[in-house]
């Protein structure tokens, strides 16, 4: 264990930690939860209110964030009435997300401990029908976190929950959600790696008073039916929860847990493939100013642990300390308020480049000396011509909002292949996945929404790796002495055509509306959908895309429009880019015309928009 210092604490140690923190739940449940609902509802509400607010009841609330939110999740006690569709509900594609802390009116808590500890342990029985352990050591799953304020709290009941099913549970505490996939794949036994399967513990860019959970084996990201037959599982166990089982599972838990500081490990392997793509030069950006935008999450460490290290000057980096209040903006690459934030550190310190993340690292954007933001599109198409440079001819996979001037961009400048696929970051992993098992080479699967994945990387979406990729870029071009500053990048997507007007209107269905007829909100917006179609195809104007996977994208008077179904909510977005508002006009009249023959579709944001 000496040899281990600094890379594994023992587990005495976080077992006591376990323990206090339920004993500081039950102690100061009442005290805090009357502190959070009566005073502190506007100041969580993201309203600071600080007038309405005594400086002792600050400083409480305070130290209390600081450690864990004890108030906001039930008490270990026997379970309640639960049925197995409330689990379902907690689905969200391939991940789990819910409400894990009080406060906001209309959103009571789903994520409790117990039902979190049924889910953890059902994650449990899950790896074990498809995991035959070694017979020298027992399972092993790690538990990491972003900054969100019930993440302490959710970590325990986890590791409860693994604790109980007989494996051994590793905690990684404030970490990202690429480590936790990455340390799967990991060999290092000093670091307890490779583990057999990780849980995440995040919301991504969601709200204060959200949570969730992400799950990994060295297979990747678990799916859609995955985590369906883990709800499934967990609403099973949850029934059998007694008041003597959850204390049970406390005892249980202590004898299995141990830290381990793997984000040590993660932040090497950056560095060294930056190092690698330079010519394996210690510090290869050495003079380059680079800042960092983490929004309080858990991406403050890129700017100490990776930049530095290579030698850039990191000073008048923002927001990397993580708080899960999120004070200063929504940590989201893709938020107007977030990206208007790093281009303002960028040119306040007449930074060379600006990297920001979301709250747990998977997503991620830049910003160049000059200002201009490289998102979206513009990531899309520095991406792509990075890794043609690398794999000449290969298929990127997007989601199906990307532009016209995109496929362009790939197809006649790059010489490579542009496949539009579904939105959501997995299914566009997926493709890419299949893609290449049926004989067509794709290195690259990347959504607008800044989740980006390279054959190279496993197929994980990384956005700290996603920078690396920018950094290797500039860092080689200095070496070779090819030029230095963002104009290297800026360079690499020169003759991007972009809309010069784009627009997003959700329309709502209204699952209350007697239109509906008893049926489900997904049957309603595909007769929506296919209305829509039949409308476009008797317009001469107007042509439907051959080959589309979701929705229906339509081009005409210069621009196109995308309309399909959310992948989780009653909602039909529309996506518009046209050459002018006057032509993203008239394709919205072509939508309206449609929708209005659907009483339960709210069309107020699309009335609005063609009537400004």
């Not at 502190?40 to 305070?62: D, E, V, Y």
């Amino acid at each position: 264990m000496a040899a281990m210092s600094g890379k594994i604490i023992e587990h005495v140690l976080v077992a006591k930690s376990c323990q206090q923190n339920r004993h500081l739940s039950t102690q100061y449940r009442q005290a805090c939860c009357n502190l959070n609902r009566c005073n502190l509802s506007p100041f969580l509400r993201g309203n600071l209110a600080r007038s309405r607010m005594s400086t002792i009841q600050l400083r409480a609330f305070s130290k209390l964030k600081r450690r864990i939110v004890f108030c906001n999740a039930a008490p270990p006690t026997a379970a309640s009435s639960i049925e197995k569709s409330d689990f379902l509900k907690l689905q969200n594609g391939s991940d789990i997300r819910g409400v894990a802390v009080a406060g906001v009116e209309g959103e009571p808590v789903t994520l409790t401990e117990p039902i979190t500890e049924a889910i953890a342990a059902a994650f449990a029985s899950w790896l074990q029908d498809r995991k035959q352990p070694d017979a020298a050591r027992r399972l092993r799953v790690s538990i990491g976190h972003d900054s969100r304020i019930s993440a302490k709290t959710l970590q325990d009941a986890v590791s409860q929950g693994i604790g109980r099913a007989g494996l051994d549970v590793i905690q990684y505490g404030l970490a990202s959600t690429p480590a936790m996939f990455s340390c799967t794949l990991t060999e290092n036994e000093d670091f307890l790696c490779p583990v057999d399967g990780s849980i995440m513990i995040t919301a991504s860019h969601l709200p204060y008073n959200r949570n969730g959970f992400k799950f990994f084996t060295s297979a990747g990201g678990l799916g859609k039916a995955d985590i369906k037959d883990i709800l499934e599982r967990a609403a099973s166990i949850y029934k059998t929860f007694t008041d003597e089982d959850l204390r049970d599972l406390e005892r249980k838990a202590s004898q299995s847990i141990r830290r381990v500081e793997y984000m040590t490990i993660y932040t090497s392997n950056l560095v060294q493939a930056v190092r690698k793509a330079a010519g394996n030069i210690e510090k290869p950006l050495e003079g380059f100013h680079i800042v960092v935008d983490a929004g309080n999450g858990a991406g403050g460490f890129f700017a100490g642990k990776v930049l530095e290290p290579l030698g850039a000057i990191a000073s008048g980096s923002q927001f990397l300390e993580p708080d899960g209040m999120f004070p200063n903006h929504i940590p989201n690459p893709e938020d107007k308020a977030a990206m208007e934030a790093i281009t303002k550190a960028v040119l306040d310190n007449k930074a060379d480049l600006g990297i920001i993340f979301d709250t747990d690292v998977d997503r991620s954007a830049a910003v160049d000396s000059s200002g201009r933001e490289l998102n979206r599109n513009r990531l899309i198409a520095l991406m792509s011509a990075i890794v043609l440079e690398e794999h000449p001819g290969t298929t990127i996979v997007t989601d199906s909002v990307t532009s016209d001037g995109l496929t362009t961009f790939i197809e006649k400048k790059l010489g490579g292949k542009h496949r539009r696929f579904k939105r959501g970051y997995k299914n566009v992993i997926d493709e890419a996945i299949r893609l290449n098992s049926v004989g067509e080479e794709s290195h690259l699967a990347i959504e607008t929404s800044g989740h980006g994945a390279l054959k190279e990387n496993h197929w994980l979406d990384d956005g700290a790796y996603l920078m690396v990729k920018l950094l290797n870029k500039l860092a080689s071009a200095k070496a070779s002495g090819e030029g230095r500053g963002s104009k290297v990048l800026t360079g690499l997507v020169e003759g991007l055509e972009e809309p010069a007007f784009a627009a997003e209107l959700r329309l709502k269905i209204d699952q209350t509306h007697a239109d509906l007829k008893g049926g489900s909100f997904r049957e309603y917006g595909e007769a929506v959908i296919h209305h829509l179609e039949n409308i476009t195809v008797t317009d001469p104007k107007l042509q439907k895309a051959p080959v589309n996977y979701e929705g229906i994208r339509v081009s005409g008077y210069g621009g196109w429009f995308l309309l399909r179904l959310s992948l989780h909510d009653p909602v039909l977005p529309l996506n518009i880019e046209a050459s002018s508002q006057e032509d993203a006009v008239k394709l919205a009249l072509v939508v309206l015309s449609a929708a209005r023959e659907f009483p339960a579709l709210d069309v107020s944001a699309l009335n609005k928009f063609v009537q400004a």
